[in-house]
């Protein structure tokens, strides 16, 4: 893989917008001022790649109840695989997050008995070092909170990481739908999927598009330009909180897949 990819392990502030469609062309051409589209979306014929992230949680959805009711701190565990039929590399990922601050964890998986880790706690002998660490705290963190799979979801994404900063990156997501998973899998069945980008998600009318803005410590100055430029205003969306959320709220009859 060449090009700008993301580190294993990163120490970020992430800043949330929600936008119509039509804003993605010019807020895209403001960005490659500074940055290059990593490599997912250099390689995709639209430019958008597609992202599953498999959820983990307990039996009471204490994760998921904790994110609802806490008000800076809440963390959460997926896994993450790329594409319509996702193939390795698969990533192990602990999420931590402190109002607008983020600290992300995640190990590199190259292999296809990826089960057979998560389950049993078989580690590759040929990880490298850096992922070896967070896959023993992502296997400590599975075994103390007793998790396990509810819910994949997957979205489209276009992506950019900044050529003037240390670290810096600006993504695009559209098209968010889940389903329920209570098993170890990270390929979606298109007919199980349901949308969840609605206008009661999204609380904004005309938006659906999620515009996040990451970066270290310090906030790019190109970045504050961007905000003021295209009169952006700072919102939130969990796409593991508001897919769950949709879930629980479906009637049964509604759910894809179910047949009566």
């Known amino acids: 893989m060449s090009g700008p990819v993301s580190p294993l392990a990163l120490e970020r502030y ?7 469609l039509s804003l993605v062309g010019p807020i895209s051409q403001y960005v490659e001022r500074y940055c290059e589209m990593d490599y997912y979306s250099r390689i995709s014929p639209d430019l958008f790649y597609t992202i599953n992230s498999l959820y ?4 009471s959805l204490y994760i998921m109840r904790f994110k609802e009711t806490a008000n800076a701190f809440n963390f959460n565990m997926r896994i993450r695989s790329y594409g319509d039929s996702p193939r390795p590399p698969y990533f192990f990922e602990i999420k931590y997050k402190l ?7 995640r190990a590199k998986i190259d292999t296809m008995d990826w089960v057979d880790i998560v389950e049993w706690g078989n580690i590759p002998s040929d990880m490298e070092p850096g992922s070896l660490g967070n896959l023993e705290d992502f296997l400590f963190m599975k075994q103390t909170y ?6 994949l979801t997957q979205y489209r994404r276009k992506a950019y990481l900044s050529v003037v900063d240390d670290y810096a990156r600006v993504t695009f997501d559209r098209d968010l ?6 098993y170890w899998c990270v390929n979606p069945q298109e007919e199980n999927l349901s949308h969840y980008d609605h206008p009661a998600s999204f609380e904004e009318p005309g938006c659906n598009v999620i515009l996040e803005l990451k970066c270290e410590k310090k ?8 905000i003021r430029y295209f009169q952006l205003e700072q919102g939130s969306f969990s796409k593991f909180g508001n897919s769950m959320l949709t879930h629980l709220q479906m009637p049964e009859v509604l759910r894809p897949g179910i047949l009566y």
């Open 177 to 182: 739908r889940f389903q329920e998973m209570d």
């Open 14 to 20: 992430e800043l949330k917008y929600l936008i119509p």
């Open 99 to 105: 109002r607008d601050f983020v600290r992300k964890k």
């Open 56 to 59: 983990l949680d307990t039996p």
């Open 219 to 226: 906030i790019p100055l190109w970045m504050v330009d961007l």
């Open 146 to 151: 007793n998790v396990g799979p509810v819910i």
